[in-house]
């Protein structure tokens, strides 16, 4: 071997070293992101697969281990292993078992792979195609059990005469199941929504990502899943049916001469409707929307995909904020203005003042001059006449 050859080894030795050690870094931190009850949890089922291997192997190498005696009340005599045993045993029923798991693996796959190339053309389909695959795979689930438990002699046919006397009981007790199942083929085949469409399920946004016979799951973008079961979901808005109703408002100052903004913000609408490719319609000035303390609230609106509403709504308002500061078009901000404090030396009233001040407040708090010339019972007395009079007429 070449040096070359040699050097190139190395480098391939420590590339693989280099990943190996990258992979056990990751499973280092994967396992110290866990809590401590999913490490114990974690543990624990180690410790139990490593007794089960034990006890697995001190069962099919008992001959080997503890002697002929203890291997001859396993298996019997002449049997070597447990391997042997089992195969006597049971090799027919267990070759025919996993022939019989085989075949149902392979018809969900066939199956699935099917539905996923045809379903694949709009969201209708791949809604459809999301429940049948769920009716096949639970079918031939069932169907798989029926055969293998028939493989190992149990009666499958009692079991089926029993289980419409338990399919009876199941379904008065599992009523909230068989509604999930008819609210799931009504959500089909009323087209409430189908799988991709973006929608707000009794406050919860998201994707949705599959329609199933018991259950919707809905992808909120953030990484969250959430299984709405299909007989609790009350209202629904899809938000995909239709382009997206974007509305924002921009502040300019009440400085600013009006029909100078909106001439240059109607010349450069076409422009920035080129930058921004996600927009479908728009954007549109539709005037003045409010006034505020600061400024006048000038209102825009476009129409986008939903997937790209918020996203649209931010460039949107980048471009109108650029457009502003490249034109000298001034936004309004609060301001705090500051005025000279009062002088303390402030010129006093004169006599004169004085002596009218008092003849005014005097004037306005005195009584009629009437009233002021009679005495406390002439008062009561005019009083007691007034009220006859009232009651009199």
Partial sequence: MSEKDEKKNDVDVEKDLEILKKR???????????????????????????????????YLFAR???GDAIGDSF????????FVYLWRQAGAHIVATLISLGVCFLIIFISSSTLRLFG??????????????????????????AVVLGIWGVDVASIVAGIGVLTLIIGLGCQSLIQ??????????????????????????????????????????????????NSSISTVVNLSRSPNFVYLTMDVSYNEDLERVEGVIVKALPEIKHKLPQITDGPYYKGID???NAGVNLAFCCFCAVENRFQVKRDLQRELYQLFNQNDILFPYQQITVNQPDPENRPAASEEEKKRSEEVNKANSALPKEDSEKTFLEKARDSLIRKNDDWDD
């Fill in 180 to 229: 999930d199942v008819v609210s799931g083929l009504f959500i089909v085949f009323d087209d409430y929504f189908n799988v991709g469409d973006i929608v707000i399920v009794d406050g919860f946004r998201g994707t949705v990502q599959d329609i199933g016979l018991r259950t919707v799951k809905i992808n909120d973008g953030l990484g969250d899943i959430k299984a709405i079961t």
């Fill in 120 to 145: 694949n053309k709009s969201k209708k389909s791949k809604t459809v195609t999301s429940l049948i695959r769920s009716v096949i795979k639970y079918l031939t689930i069932l169907v798989t059990m």
């Fill in 290 to 292: 409010s006034f505020d």
């Fill in 64 to 66: 080997q281990i503890w």
């Fill in 24 to 58: 056990a870094e990751e499973k280092k931190r994967e396992y110290q992101r866990k809590n401590r009850t999913e490490k114990i949890s974690f543990i624990l089922s180690i410790i139990l697969f490593t007794l089960f291997l034990i006890g697995l192997n001190l």
């Fill in 75 to 82: 298996f019997g005599a002449g049997v070597s292993n447990g």
